[in-house]
């Protein structure tokens, strides 16, 4: 458990008794052996052995999630809720975890809340791991005196945004791993699976098929210039993600393909309406104005298209309008969810409506996934069985011809 977090540190082992003698062990980031020792005696930690670990044993290199995130919001509000000091909550929750990474961030937010930052403070010199909606329902619970509870919702929100998030990725990763394993196999066949065919049928002294005619030539334009074709594929896979990453347009105008797309559009419209109306909940029910959580909703959309819509409707609202109205106007909404708002709206309970809004549709995406699983699941085996089984039956055509002229 070490107090600062720097580059310099390195990570440490150890075993002591806490106050009431009951034997405990942890892990800590500390310069050397001393500092441990004395940051372990200010917790009320009696140590009986201190070992440093090996590079090898500490996963220093891993990458910090979402989901670790998610989990840190949980444990910190848990502790919270049990009385637990904020700086010795940091110390527990961070010598707990496995990952190098997360435990200096961790320990870096603890030494800034240890110089007198608030949390907020603290959280906001992060802004990768903890984003403006992240920092603003944390200062608004430590200013209403409830961090706990705003903590338990950003856990909630955090939890329930990267579920919906994997569901979708798990619609778009199984049938992409299966066109990239036919590709491969494909890929395969033609560059050493026909030429032997090709050497066997140049002895036939027969016209071959048209059909295996076509697919010897591709045979050998992949072999002789296939290296052009890689080359020219990955260029342009680096270019697209390049400019992708770089160009806010590009991105405006793939969101707008991918919710116009049959079949994958309604479930990202749907996952878009879902963190919409999950972010305005937890926004609203942490008091924060409508104008201010508008722009914190926006960025949690997750598409440009609707993040767009949302900052328009928030400067429609910070001039008066209705936030059913302005929902009206982007034409990005149901009915049903325009409805429900409106309802929120005039009985003053937006957040509950708009907590119903987001389950509702947080269930529909779940549905849409797994439906589309199952849809996928044959379409894309079909796809599979026409490529690989229409080269095996063009290399046997020419033996099924010679065997009819016998």
Same mark, same amino acid.
């Given at each position: 458990?070490?107090?600062?977090?720097?580059?310099?540190?390195?990570?440490?082992?150890?075993?002591?008794?806490?106050? !009431?003698?009951?034997?405990?062990?942890?892990?800590?980031?500390?310069?050397?052996?001393?500092?441990?020792?004395?940051?372990?005696?200010?917790?009320?930690?009696?140590? /009986?052995?201190?070992?440093?670990?090996?590079?090898?044993?500490?996963?220093?290199?891993? !990458?910090?999630?979402?989901?670790?995130?998610?989990?840190?919001?949980?444990?910190?509000?848990?502790?919270?809720?049990?009385?637990?000091?904020?700086?010795?909550a940091?110390?527990?929750?961070?010598?707990?975890?496995?990952?190098?990474?997360?435990?200096k961030?961790?320990?870096?937010?603890?030494?800034?809340?240890?110089?007198?930052?608030?949390?907020?403070?603290?959280?906001?010199?992060?802004?990768i791991?903890?984003?403006?909606?992240?920092?603003?329902?944390?200062?608004?619970?430590?200013?209403?005196?409830?961090?706990?509870?705003?903590?338990?919702?950003?856990?909630?929100?955090?939890?329930?945004?990267?579920?919906?998030?994997?569901?979708?990725?798990?619609?778009?990763?199984?049938?992409?791993?299966?066109l990239?394993?036919?590709?491969?196999?494909?890929?395969?066949?033609?560059?050493?699976?026909?030429?032997?065919?090709?050497?066997?049928?140049?002895?036939?002294?027969?016209?071959l098929?048209?059909?295996?005619?076509?697919?010897?030539?591709?045979?050998?334009?992949?072999?002789?210039?296939?290296?052009?074709?890689?080359?020219?594929?990955?260029?342009?896979?680096?270019?697209?993600?390049?400019? !992708? !990453?770089?160009?806010?347009?590009m991105?405006?105008?793939l969101?707008?393909?991918?919710?116009?797309?049959p079949?994958?559009?309604?479930?990202?419209?749907?996952?878009?309406?879902a963190?919409?109306?999950?972010?305005? /909940?937890t926004?609203?029910?942490?008091?924060?104005?409508?104008?201010?959580?508008?722009?914190?909703?926006?960025?949690?959309?997750?598409?440009?298209?609707?993040?767009?819509?949302?900052?328009?409707?928030?400067?429609?609202?910070?001039?008066?309008?209705r %936030?059913?109205?302005?929902?009206?106007?982007?034409? %990005?909404?149901?009915?049903?969810?325009?409805?429900?708002?409106?309802?929120?709206?005039?009985?003053?309970?937006?957040d509950?409506?708009?907590?119903?809004?987001?389950?509702?549709y947080?269930?529909?995406?779940?549905?849409?996934?797994?439906?589309?699983?199952s849809?996928?699941e044959?379409?894309?085996?079909?796809?599979?069985?026409?490529?690989?089984?229409?080269?095996?039956?063009a290399?046997? %055509?020419?033996?099924?011809k010679m065997? /009819?002229?016998?």
């Amino acid at each position: 458990m070490a107090t600062t977090a720097t580059m310099g540190n390195s990570p440490f082992v150890w075993e002591g008794t806490d106050r !009431k003698g009951n034997k405990i062990k942890g892990k800590s980031m500390a310069a050397n052996e001393a500092a441990v020792r004395a940051d372990l005696r200010r917790q009320g930690v009696v140590p /009986s052995r201190i070992k440093k670990q090996s590079a090898g044993m500490f996963r220093g290199s891993a !990458k910090i999630t979402a989901g670790d995130i998610a989990i840190f919001s949980r444990q910190l509000s848990t502790m919270l809720a049990a009385g637990i000091p904020l700086v010795q909550a940091f110390e527990i929750v961070g010598s707990g975890h496995e990952n190098a990474s997360m435990q200096k961030l961790i320990m870096a937010v603890k030494s800034d809340v240890e110089g007198g930052s608030s949390l907020a403070e603290a959280l906001a010199k992060h802004p990768i791991y903890f984003d403006d909606l992240f920092v603003n329902l944390v200062e608004a619970g430590e200013q209403a005196g409830a961090l706990e509870t705003l903590l338990d919702k950003v856990a909630t929100y955090k939890e329930k945004t990267e579920a919906i998030k994997k569901k979708v990725k798990k619609a778009l990763t199984y049938p992409a791993a299966v066109l990239v394993v036919a590709f491969v196999v494909t890929i395969i066949l033609l560059v050493f699976v026909i030429p032997a065919f090709e050497d066997l049928f140049q002895g036939f002294g027969a016209d071959l098929p048209a059909f295996t005619r076509l697919v010897i030539d591709i045979s050998l334009f992949v072999r002789q210039q296939g290296w052009i074709l890689a080359s020219f594929v990955g260029g342009a896979a680096y270019a697209f993600f390049y400019f !992708k !990453k770089r160009s806010r347009p590009m991105r405006q105008f793939l969101d707008r393909m991918t919710l116009k797309t049959p079949i994958i559009g309604p479930i990202m419209q749907k996952a878009a309406i879902a963190r919409y109306a999950r972010t305005l /909940s937890t926004m609203f029910s942490a008091g924060v104005p409508l104008v201010e959580a508008l722009e914190s909703v926006a960025g949690a959309t997750g598409n440009i298209v609707y993040e767009v819509g949302v900052l328009r409707m928030r400067d429609e609202v910070a001039t008066g309008q209705r %936030l059913q109205q302005a929902m009206e106007n982007t034409d %990005l909404f149901p009915n049903m969810v325009i409805q429900m708002i409106a309802v929120g709206e005039e009985s003053g309970s937006l957040d509950e409506m708009s907590a119903k809004v987001a389950d509702f549709y947080e269930e529909d995406v779940d549905n849409a996934v797994d439906n589309l699983s199952s849809l996928l699941e044959p379409l894309i085996m079909s796809i599979l069985g026409i490529l690989v089984g229409g080269l095996v039956v063009a290399m046997y %055509l020419p033996i099924f011809k010679m065997g /009819s002229v016998i």
